[in-house]
T-cell receptor, first 117, second 114 residues
Framework: AQTVTQSQPEMSVQEAETVTLSCTYDTSESDYYLFWYKQPPSRQMILVIR??????QNATENRFSVNFQKAAKSFSLKISDSQLGDAAMYFCAYRLNSGGSNYKLTFGKGTLLTVNP | DGGITQSPKYLFRKEGQNVTLSCEQN?????MYWYRQDPGQGLRLIYYSQIVNDFQKGDIAEGYSVSREKKESFPLTVTSAQKNPTAFYLCASKLREAGANVLTFGAGSRLTVL
């Protein structure tokens, strides 16, 4: 079974600085997707960024970027120029991309990010 | 605006009572999901449905039931058999075809058993 591990239950960063959230996963598959979701205090889950496993180039969305290391099964999220609105719980997630398994998103336990002014 | 509506936002239940959480989407999405969120546990899949009149158990289906009579609706019933139902419940949906891999989430329902 696929598992997703976020080893940092909590992280903090100063406003305007950079922070990296870690995520590792376990799979024997080669075709899959990885995601980072953000859950602010409103508890609305918001997609931050996604990565397709067969693409070597790391995904980037404005201040958010990932470091995808397929061989190491690592998928870290870097937030640059951190803003107060980035404070949230961040979840790493994995989804297999094949046939009937095109359904299940497996989540890590989350990292709570605090942004200090 | 298209989206997913979950209701009620907060729900209190006495032990031994069944309760139903509503999830409605107007995104024309085929697949719908229910997740349970507990502190320190991340999100765990309860049930999912890829088409109308069909659904499958997720990782923690015991004590829950669902129906999918309409494409836009996927209600979740928390039965009295669920031993620890107090949690935050999230409904999500997506298009079914391959490549449509992004889940859209509702705002969630908080269930508390008194």
């Amino acid at each position: 079974a696929q598992t997703v591990t976020q080893s940092q239950p909590e992280m903090s960063v100063q406003e305007a600085e950079t922070v990296t959230l870690s995520c590792t996963y376990d799979t024997s598959e080669s075709d899959y997707y990885l995601f980072w979701y953000k859950q602010p205090p409103s508890r609305q889950m918001i997609l931050v960024i996604r990565q397709e496993a067969y693409k070597q180039q790391n995904a980037t969305e404005n201040r958010f970027s990932v470091n995808f290391q397929k061989a190491a099964k690592s998928f870290s999220l870097k937030i640059s120029d951190s803003q107060l609105g980035d404070a949230a719980m961040y979840f790493c997630a994995y989804r297999l991309n094949s046939g009937g398994s095109n359904y299940k998103l497996t989540f890590g336990k989350g990292t709570l990010l605090t942004v200090n002014p | 605006d298209g989206g997913i509506t979950q209701s009620p936002k907060y729900l209190f239940r006495k032990e031994g009572q069944n309760v139903t959480l509503s999830c409605e989407q107007n995104l024309n999405h085929d697949a719908m999901y229910w997740y349970r969120q507990d502190p320190g546990q991340g999100l765990r899949l309860i049930y999912y449905s890829q088409i109308v009149n069909d659904f499958q158990k997720g990782d923690i289906a015991e004590g829950y039931s669902v129906s999918r009579e309409k494409k836009e609706s996927f209600p979740l019933t928390v039965t009295s058999a669920q031993k620890n139902p107090t949690a935050f419940y999230l409904c999500a949906s997506k298009l079914r075809e391959a490549g449509a891999n992004v889940l859209t989430f509702g705002a969630g329902s908080r269930l508390t058993v008194l």
